[in-house]
């Protein structure tokens, strides 16, 4: 069974940042996108940032491009989130989510509702 624990979430100003942590258990395929995806109550989810364990790439949304930066300690299989130049509208709850249709599709993108799996979500919010 799949399972997703985020971790480092907090309340910071702007322009300072933060670490998020997923630790990622349970997958029968090491095939696989892992997505961070974030929401305000009330607003659509937005997927900020992921990475294909297949192939080790990360991408972005614009919206965090050149801010935000994914990578994963293989080792512990935990996905880490560091967010540089946190703005008041980054302000969300982060889920860690991942989506295992990458074995089918052959890629992995910015979708929310591609996402099978997600983790408890842990609150970032920033103050100007």
């Known amino acids: 069974q799949v399972h997703l624990v985020e971790s480092g979430g907090g309340s910071v100003q702007a322009g300072g940042s933060l670490r998020l942590s997923c630790a990622a258990s349970?997958?029968?395929?090491?095939?696989?996108?892992i997505n961070w995806v974030r929401q305000v109550p009330g607003k659509e989810r937005e997927a900020v940032a992921g990475?294909?364990?297949?192939?080790?790439?990360?991408y972005y949304a614009s919206s965090v491009k050149g801010r935000f930066t994914v990578s994963r300690d293989n080792a512990k299989n935990t996905l880490i989130l560091q967010m540089n130049g946190l703005k008041p509208e980054d302000t969300a709850i982060y889920y860690c989510?991942?989506?295992?249709?990458?074995?089918?599709?052959?890629?992995?993108?910015?979708?929310?509702?591609?996402?099978?799996?997600w983790g408890q979500g842990t609150q970032v919010s920033v103050s100007s």
């Open positions: 989510a991942a989506d295992t249709d990458y074995k089918i599709r052959g890629y992995c993108r910015l979708r929310p509702e591609d996402n099978a799996y």
């Open positions: 990475v294909s364990t297949a192939s080790g790439t990360p």
């Open positions: 349970g997958f029968t395929d090491n095939r696989y996108c």
